[in-house]
């Protein structure tokens, strides 16, 4: 009876095992389509807070008259004319690493490290004693 408990056990630890390799696999390369999408409003973006650091350095009163790029969608259009498409996804392999690492952690860990928490939660006394049942699972080496 224990072996057969102790057999099914291990079989949906197998499977658990799987489902978290590809949790953390679709967790990384959705974040990583999703900063492959974004790249060139952050570019965009970075080079206008450039723009008007440098601007507010100047004398003039009017930072904004003469400015460089005018906005998201003109901002885009200059850089997509000047450097083409590629000068729109500049930093990409920087951002592409950091999605690898540090996304693919936070949401591939999520999960587990939950319910993992929610089971010795459940399973432990008020006064911090282990049950007897987490006990047993420990030495069975489930949790």
């Known amino acids: 009876m224990a072996a057969e408990l102790?057999?099914?056990r291990r079989e949906r630890?197998?499977?658990?095992?799987?489902?978290?390799l590809v949790r953390f696999a679709?967790?990384?390369?959705?974040?990583?389509?999703?900063?492959?999408?974004?790249?060139?409003?952050d570019v965009i973006k970075t080079r206008?807070?450039?723009?008007?650091?440098?601007?507010?350095?100047?004398?003039?009163?009017?930072?904004?008259?003469?400015?460089?790029?005018?906005?998201?969608v003109r901002g885009a259009v200059r850089i997509a004319q000047e450097e083409?498409?590629?000068?729109?996804y500049k930093g990409i392999t920087p951002s592409l690493m950091r999605e690898?690492?540090?996304?693919t952690l936070r949401l591939g860990l999520y999960e587990p490290l939950k319910s993992g928490?929610?089971?010795?939660?459940?399973?432990?006394?008020?006064?911090?004693?282990k049950s007897a049942l987490v006990q047993l699972l420990e030495q069975l080496e489930v949790l």
């Open 26 to 41: 679709l967790s990384g390369l959705s974040c990583m389509c999703a900063a492959t999408v974004t790249n060139p409003i």
């Open 84 to 88: 083409g498409l590629p000068g729109l």
């Open 117 to 129: 928490l929610e089971l010795r939660t459940l399973l432990t006394h008020r006064s911090g004693r």
């Open 100 to 103: 690898a690492s540090y996304s």
């Open 48 to 72: 206008m807070q450039l723009e008007n650091e440098l601007g507010s350095q100047h004398e003039s009163r009017n930072i904004f008259h003469n400015r460089y790029y005018r906005g998201l």
């Open 6 to 8: 102790y057999d099914k």
């Open 13 to 20: 630890l197998q499977c658990k095992e799987h489902e978290n």
